[in-house]
């Protein structure tokens, strides 16, 4: 039997965000996956190297992988040192694999990486998104949103 699953990740250390994916999308629902990585990819990621700000996932041959992430190379790696750019394979279970499937071929969403971050057992995590692209309309309706609540806790703040 499986465990239950908890509404947030267990986050100890965030390395990389990608804090744009949730303005350009709707989150519909999110997922915690492993990384398969080689070593100085690891050592990179936990002097907090790393950005995912153009990256993606997609689904090839019931796999998922992180396509266009960058870890920078290891300072140290010398010949061992790994490519800053290669796809790297998530770790899912196969029935997230098959929900995602139906989703981005069904209903045309798409697979974004949140954030990258290590465990408390110091395993490195994606946090892995669902999500429907907005249009404009939408991207200024939530900057409208924003504004207005910036706003807001201004005027809280001086009469409060």
Known sequence: MARPKT?????????ALNRRARFDYFIEETFEAGIALSGTEVKSLRFGDGS??????EIRDGECWLINANIPEFSHGNRFNHEPKRPRKLLLHAR????MIGAVERKGMTLVPLSV???SRGRAKVELALAKGKQAHDKRET????????????????RG
């Open 117 to 119: 971050y290590f465990n």
């Open 7 to 15: 509404s947030s990740f267990d986050k100890q250390k965030t390395v």
């Open 143 to 158: 900057m409208k949103e924003r504004d207005w609540k910036r706003d807001k806790a201004r005027l809280l703040r001086d």
């Open 52 to 57: 995912i700000t153009e990256s993606y996932a």
């Open 96 to 99: 997230e694999i098959e929900k």
